[in-house]
């Protein structure tokens, strides 16, 4: 069995992680057919959008894309192709494991969080108010929480819980202060846990002290569901429990297509040395295995990533030594272990 799917190497470290993914998945057997297609910097460089027309039919056609990271400018410039792409096709559910694969500060984490990916504050609706570099300036972002939008992601988070025997839902929001935009939110899980009475218990935290508790006693959460921005900062929190950002994946859900991501970026500080570690995309590979139903193969690539972890072969982010295409060649000699 086949099927054909989008695959965007991005750019910085991009291309070279996805050089190692690619070597990895033909080891492994995967069933994926890629179709190549550009974004980012590396589009704009090829005279291209940012998100050229070309990549969103492939993603259209094959409702399925892995992508690796994609450079956003700071202030001014184009606005975020991921934010774009997570519009364009309403990839509503950002799902983020944090699972302890190597020891480290801690051995028992074990969070799922899933993040709104398409409202809060990152809906772009910003304005500066003033006149060129104005001393009285005055930045102006808007937040929107709609509770369609956020009964769907909790609805999902609820039912991916009950999916994976899970027991409890974290809510966490600012809704002491943001009254209206994070309360929406809360209300909305809360009367989401309604219909999972008896299965999936709600807590609810505040995003401030979630932060301090993720860090004091991680293995006390579970699942967490939040807003947009909360769970991008959060999900690195995470990432960093349990390793960083070079283990860390994330799938970004809708009901016609999914898009499947390593959670970190582009790494402009590392890019084009070779030592970028593959891991956190390579998770995002099972993610998307684990989506089409192949759960053995996903299951078979995660025990190599951890394999190979687990003998000391590692990445230079990780304290190991190893370039990228070499340990790309660990995981697959750990791949054909019988
Ligand atoms: P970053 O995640 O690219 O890098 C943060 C730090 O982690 C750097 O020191 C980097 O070297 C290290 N790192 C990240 N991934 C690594 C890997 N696979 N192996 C080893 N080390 C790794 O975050 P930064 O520097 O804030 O952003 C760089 C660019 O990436 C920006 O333009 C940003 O907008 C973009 N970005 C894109 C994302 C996406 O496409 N989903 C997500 C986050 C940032
Ligand atoms: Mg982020």
């Avoid at 996805?18 to 890629?34: C, D, I, M, R, Y």
Wanted: one cysteine or more; a negative charge.
């Amino acid at each position: 069995r086949t099927m054909e799917a989008t695959l965007i190497p991005g750019d910085g470290i991009g291309p070279e992680i996805t050089e190692a993914v690619l070597q990895v998945l033909e080891a492994l057997g995967a069933p994926f057919v890629w179709d190549v297609q550009q974004a980012g910097t590396t589009a704009v460089e090829a005279g291209l959008d940012p998100l050229p027309d070309a990549t969103l039919e492939s993603i259209r056609r094959t409702g399925l894309a892995l992508k690796g990271p994609l450079t956003t400018p700071s202030s001014g410039g184009y606005r975020s192709v991921t934010v774009r792409m997570r519009e364009a096709f309403d990839l509503y559910a950002n799902v983020r494991p944090g699972k302890t694969i190597i020891p480290g500060r801690y051995d028992n984490v074990d969070i799922i969080l899933v993040r709104e990916n398409l409202e809060g504050l990152y809906v772009g609706r910003e304005h500066y108010i003033g006149v060129g570099a104005d001393p009285h300036a005055v930045g102006v972002g808007i937040g929107i929480n709609t509770k369609e939008e956020a009964h769907r992601v909790i609805r999902y988070a609820f039912d991916l819980a009950v999916r994976l025997g899970r027991k409890r839902v974290t809510v966490v929001h600012k809704a002491n202060i943001l009254k209206i935009l994070s309360g929406v939110f809360l209300e909305a899980a809360q009367e989401v846990a309604r219909d999972y009475h008896g299965r999936v218990t709600l807590d609810e935290s505040i995003v401030d002290a979630c932060a301090m508790q993720l860090v004091m006693a991680p293995e006390r959460f579970d699942v967490i569901v939040t807003t947009n921005l909360f769970g991008d900062i959060l999900s690195d929190l995470i990432a960093g429990l349990v390793g960083g950002l070079g283990l860390a994946p994330g799938a970004n859900i809708g009901d016609k297509a999914a898009i499947f991501e390593a959670v970190h970026g582009s790494a402009p500080d590392i890019a084009g040395k070779g030592v970028a570690n593959p891991t956190a995309l390579l998770m995002a590979v099972g993610m998307m295995l684990d989506h089409v139903g192949e759960t053995a193969k996903a299951n078979h690539l995660r025990a190599a990533i951890l394999a190979t972890l687990q003998a000391g072969e590692k990445t230079r982010d990780l304290g190991g030594s190893l370039r990228t295409p070499e340990f790309a060649q660990a995981i697959i000699r750990s791949l054909q272990k019988p």
